[in-house]
């Protein structure tokens, strides 16, 4: 419980309204999409970078614990309050865009702006900006910095770090800086930007992001191919790729995923397929379109696929969508606990990372349906255990994901692709970095927090 003369300090920098300790707020910010639950000891609302630098300073002197929340819909509770402390939230004040330079194609905004909201209003003026995160309707931009998010048009378009340009934070100590320049090009010290991202608030505060942006594309056309199984389909992926394709997104749905669709949403979507691909192509003209689509339709028959839809309409295409947007929701008819993990590999092993999950579910009897980015080789792969009160079946349930976590490494691939490692995920750093890499995060750790009163404990730190 924190003692009342730190919630007057608190209420002297951002006023009473703004400092809340309240059974309600403090429910309402104990927890994530992971649904687990830490109550923090108060919730703070920063009004701008002042109040920022004034609350950390003051927490650093008094060794209280802080954790940076944007939307709190993280799925590996990096937002997570799970040694008390404070929240700090920034989505109530500091969710402005701030600018869109249009001569140098820039957009600067506060952490905690929704990235949708930024979208559209980017395109209003004719450009873009392609991170696409599931979590786009309502999850922030500083959110989406910290956890380096991904999204279904990383395919061709990158992730969050490929659009970063600079950032300001606020240091545990209070110290402000500035990460990055609005320059192209800069190697001028280190990167400090780059260290700032993916860091899950645990290393600064976030205040200012500037962002690049491309021209909005002039076309767009949605496709999908049906393949008899699995294996020829993540085949398709990276061999169409190789081979020229470069479509804004390549989504994969297996065949549990296809059923689980059908029986929940009572989907139109064909039962003897073994996986489908479902994405878009952009360009800046019709005949670029014509010809991708072209070079996708033909590589993925080369590859076995029975056949390609090219979606003739808006509402074909956003049906054609749904059943990837609505993949998730439905798996849960094959259990009452699903563990979802965002694993990704080269794309060129994809083919071996789905058998090899695939057996490691049958070895302990559960459905292991995947899907997800299979145009990055980003996969969501969800264990599902059937009753989440049956103690055997969740110990079991985390002996697969284990597994499955060192499978992937051995293939070259990482722990998560998009997700972050917040708690859920700490335990199994071990599987992907040596004694040595994690000594070297944690000195990063120490140098920017010696207090570690930022976000302790998350990664593994």
Not at 135 to 147: A, F, K, M, P
Request: net charge negative; charged share 25%.
């Amino acid at each position: 419980m924190i003692d009342s003369k730190h919630l007057d300090a608190f209420v002297n920098i951002v006023g009473q309204e703004n400092v809340k300790s309240d059974k309600a707020h403090l429910i309402a910010y104990c927890y994530d999409a992971t649904k687990s639950r830490f109550e923090p000891d108060a919730v703070v609302f920063p009004r701008d970078e002042q109040d920022v630098s004034k609350i950390l300073k003051y927490c650093n002197e008094h060794h209280i614990i802080v954790v940076p929340r944007g939307a709190g819909s993280g799925f590996t509770g990096g937002a997570l309050p799970a040694n008390g402390g404070i929240v700090l939230s920034l989505e109530r004040h500091m969710n402005k865009l701030l600018e869109i330079d249009m001569q140098n194609m820039l957009g600067i905004v506060q952490p905690g702006l929704i990235n949708m909201d930024f979208q559209k209003a980017v395109e209003e003026v004719g450009l873009f900006y392609p991170p696409d995160p599931a979590s786009e309707q309502y999850s922030t931009l500083g959110g989406n910095v910290s956890e380096n998010a991904g999204g279904m048009r990383a395919a061709k378009y990158g992730i969050t770090k490929d659009y970063v340009v600079a950032l300001r934070a606020v240091l545990p100590n209070g110290e402000i800086i500035k990460a990055g320049k609005k320059t192209i090009k800069d190697v001028a010290g280190y990167n400090t930007a780059g260290i700032l991202i993916a860091s899950e608030g645990t290393l600064a505060v976030i205040t200012e992001i500037t962002l690049k942006l491309i021209p909005k594309p002039k076309f767009k056309q949605t496709y999908m191919g049906i393949f008899p199984n699995v294996t020829s389909a993540m085949n398709a992926v990276f061999k169409s790729l190789a081979n020229g394709a470069n479509p804004v997104a390549m989504e994969f749905l297996d065949a549990l995923v296809i059923k689980a669709l059908r029986e929940k949403f009572k989907l139109d979507l064909p039962s003897e397929a073994g996986a489908i691909l479902v994405g878009d192509v952009d360009g800046s003209s019709q005949a670029e379109i014509t010809s991708q689509l072209e070079t996708l339709k033909e590589s993925f028959a080369h590859n076995g696929s029975t056949d390609f839809i090219i979606a003739k309409d808006n509402e074909q295409a956003n049906q054609l969508w749904f059943a990837r947007r609505n993949a998730s929701p439905a798996v849960t008819i094959y259990g009452t606990k699903k563990l979802n993990e965002d694993i990704s590999v080269p794309r060129s092993r994809l083919p071996e990372a789905l058998e090899g999950i695939y057996k490691i579910g049958e070895k302990y009897g559960f459905n292991v349906p995947c899907f997800g980015h299979a145009g990055d080789g980003n996969i969501h792969v969800n264990v599902m255990v059937k009753d989440k009160n049956n103690e055997k079946e969740m110990e079991d349930g985390h002996k697969a994901i284990e597994e499955i976590f060192q499978f992937v490494v051995d293939l070259e691939g990482t722990l998560s692709g998009e997700h972050g490692i917040g708690l859920s995920k700490a335990p199994f750093m071990n599987i992907a970095f040596n004694h040595a890499e994690m000594e070297l995060f944690r000195s990063i750790k120490k140098a920017f927090d010696p207090n570690n009163i930022l976000n302790p404990f998350k990664m593994g730190l």
